[in-house]
């Protein structure tokens, strides 16, 4: 099993920056990738960002030069910078943690990100 804590959600105006770090327990070892997901009100849950524990990183095309996903060396803690936010980036995020033996995704318990003037 691995744990997922999130922090750093808060409200911030267009234009501006937030940090979303993500902390995981566990059985860490395992871990194949980590992400971001998020969710805004009415909508799927869609993916944001990834990265392998290889490096290997993937972006949503909405988030693409504002957002940078990164990751520490033991996968323990992976962060979300967020830069020129706008008020369509509104939603719940949740980090993730992906293995492959089994196949598994862990959820964290989500942060609010509101963007708003």
């Known amino acids: 099993q691995v744990q997922l804590v999130e922090s750093g959600g808060g409200l911030v105006q267009p234009g501006g920056s937030l940090r979303l770090s993500c902390a995981a327990s566990?059985?860490?070892?395992?871990?194949?990738?980590m992400g971001w997901y998020r969710q805004a009100p009415g909508s799927q849950r869609e993916v944001v960002a990834t990265?392998?524990?290889?490096?290997?990183?993937n972006y949503a095309d909405s988030v693409k030069g504002r957002f940078t996903i990164s990751r520490d060396s033991s996968n323990t803690t992976w962060w979300l910078q967020m830069n020129s936010l706008k008020v369509e980036d509104t939603a719940a995020y949740y980090c993730?943690?992906?293995?492959?033996?089994?196949?598994?995704?862990?959820w964290g318990q989500g942060t609010q990100v509101t963007v708003s003037s």
């Open positions: 993730t943690a992906e293995g492959l033996a089994p196949p598994y995704r862990y």
């Open positions: 566990g059985s860490v070892f395992s871990i194949f990738a």
């Open positions: 990265i392998t524990s290889s490096g290997r990183i």
